[in-house]
């Protein structure tokens, strides 16, 4: 059993329209929309964190490019 907290959030019309059509297209409620969304972009937004770490320390080693990734790797 997941421990749930109920929130609050404001959102503009046109989002919440969206919301309404996929919940009743979809026979699903705006929870799990709504949690799957935020679960996908918090996800997303970690792996652009990993990315862009990796992407510095690739940087101070040369490896700029693409083609600076093939070279090492073959």
Do not use: N, W, Y
Request: with cysteine; hydrophobic share 40%.
């Amino acid at each position: 059993c997941l421990m749930t907290q109920t929130i609050t959030i404001e959102l503009p019309l046109e989002l919440k329209t969206a919301l309404d059509h996929v919940t009743q297209r979809e026979g699903v409620s705006k929870d799990v929309v709504v949690g799957q969304a935020l679960k996908e972009h918090l996800f997303l937004r970690q792996l652009r964190g990993l990315r862009d770490r990796l992407a510095a320390k690739a940087a101070k080693q040369g490896v700029i490019t693409d083609e600076d990734v093939f070279d090492r790797v073959s």
